[in-house]
């Protein structure tokens, strides 16, 4: 399940843990114990109906990750549709919370959570602040679509 939703079994445990300052939307660890918890009842009420533990504790694992994904993954995408509406953009993209999961994270790459234009000048998504900040010159030729760039004649610094 790991792999399916993240791209890699360790990173679940990285993002609860010491990575966990990387979503700043509130209260997001609430919805992570939801999604455990109702993990735990589904797995509960098929321990009643006498299924083994080798069956319910992998029933309780998919279910825990996939629905505390999915929790937190709407909740911070509604965060994020309700900044954006707010900002007014000229033009902006988004990938979704789950494309975050499998990119974010990886080194030396710049991932692009959402972009916008406003007034010509580029902004990117933050989830860690839950805001856009303006993205410099320099990266923003090599992350926004092309028509961006060369609409508004964004080059290199």
Not at 17 to 36: D, I, K, Q
Not at 56 to 79: C, D, E
Request: charged share 10%; hydrophobic share 50%.
């Amino acid at each position: 399940m790991a792999l399916i939703l993240f791209g890699n079994i360790l990173q679940p445990i990285a993002f609860v843990t010491f990575w966990s300052g990387r979503l700043g939307a509130p209260f997001w660890p609430v919805f992570v114990f939801f999604g455990g918890f109702f993990g735990l009842l589904f797995s509960a009420f098929l321990s009643r109906l006498k299924f083994k533990s080798h069956i319910t504790l992998p029933v309780f694992i998919v279910l825990a990750m996939s629905l505390s994904s999915v929790f937190v993954g709407s909740y911070a995408s509604v965060l994020r549709a309700r900044s954006i509406n707010v900002f007014d953009a000229d033009a902006e993209f988004r990938n979704s919370f789950f494309q975050t999961l499998r990119n974010a994270p990886r080194e030396f790459q710049f991932y692009l959570h959402a972009a916008a234009l406003k007034d010509c000048v580029p902004y990117a998504w933050s989830y860690r602040t839950m805001s856009f900040y303006q993205l410099p010159n320099n990266i923003a030729v090599n992350v926004l679509p092309h028509e961006w760039v060369v609409q508004c004649g964004i080059t290199r610094d």
